[in-house]
């Protein structure tokens, strides 16, 4: 086969290859199955609670999801699967098609956005740190040639190894594989502080083996929109999801999953991260952007 002809059939099959994995419904109603995504350590979006059951705000609005494409493909007995994912490989696993929804703990903005596509914002939040109390650090510059950790795959690990080159601190960023192991960085004093979203950090510290010896401090490094991530081009399946998202908003039932979530207690140890929605979550109840971070 001449070499023109070749690349022309390889574009063929990848184009082909490629919508197929993007019409996320076609997908499922053909096979019958849905698989979704969680994280193990997302407190209180997506977390484990035991060895395999994933609880939390986000899980919560994967069911409701999962509900609407049951009624949209009248397909009351689909099948559901889960799968954990990680901040490394949420992205290649979803693109490539290994699953087909992820609702987690995942930042919104234009990077991301040239790989996948994201629906409705549903959380805001920025980066700090959570340090031991006895550390003294209050703020970045207290971290100045000290060691911080972060987790690999995160927006977090990069704002703060901006943050520390921008201000001169040469921090010495250390990277563990998930929020779990980057927190047991700071318990084990391998680090002095975890830079993560800051709900991630509450929820982290309120499960922790000794809350009372940590606390989150510092100033918060831009804002940041959470939201559902699907494949790109499949404009059917994002109406689908953002009208989900859309539906709980206009009821009130997203307020109520907040408070469940956010202001009341949560397992496995009965902690209430006692957190107020944002103003700008709240404007984004009535607006229901899906606009990037800045």
């Excluded at 290859?17 to 996320?24: D, F, I």
């Excluded at 799968?83 to 490394?88: A, D, F, I």
């Excluded at 994002?238 to 539906?247: C, M, Q, W």
């Excluded at 397992?267 to 984004?284: D, I, R, T, Y």
Aim: charged content about 25%.
């Amino acid at each position: 086969m001449k070499f023109s002809n070749l690349m022309t059939a390889v574009l063929l099959v990848a184009g082909l290859a490629s919508t197929a994995s993007a019409q996320t419904l076609q997908k499922i109603n053909d096979s019958n199955k849905i698989t979704v995504s969680y994280r193990e350590a997302s407190v209180p979006f997506s977390y484990l609670i035991g060895s395999s059951k994933s609880v939390g705000f986000s899980v919560e609005l994967t069911d409701a999801i999962i509900d609407d494409v049951r009624k949209k493909l009248k397909k009351p007995n689909l099948e559901v699967a889960t799968m954990p994912v990680t901040s490394q490989n949420r992205i290649p696993l979803l693109v490539n098609g290994t699953y087909d929804l992820e609702c987690g703990s995942t930042t919104n903005n234009s990077t991301r956005a040239k790989d996948v596509t994201f629906a409705i914002n549903h959380f805001y939040t920025g980066t700090r740190l959570l340090t031991k109390k006895s550390s003294g650090i209050k703020n970045y510059a207290d971290l100045a040639k000290k060691t911080v950790s972060s987790t690999t795959g995160t927006t977090n690990a990069q704002v703060i190894r901006k943050y520390s080159a921008d201000k001169n601190l040469d921090m010495q960023l250390i990277l563990g594989k998930d929020h779990d192991d980057s927190l047991l960085l700071v318990e084990n004093d391998r680090a002095l502080a975890f830079a993560m979203d800051d709900i991630l950090l509450f929820g982290l510290m309120a499960n922790s083996k000794n809350p009372a010896a940590l606390e989150v401090v510092g100033d918060s490094l831009q804002v940041e929109p959470y939201a559902c991530m699907l494949r790109k081009d499949d404009p059917e399946f994002k109406k689908l999801v953002d009208g989900t998202i859309n539906r709980l908003m206009k009821s009130g039932e997203f307020e109520k999953m907040y408070t469940k979530w956010f202001a009341s207690p949560i397992p496995p140890k009965g902690v209430n991260l006692n957190l107020p929605m944002s103003e700008q979550l709240k404007a984004n109840l009535k607006a229901m952007s899906d606009a990037p971070a800045l």
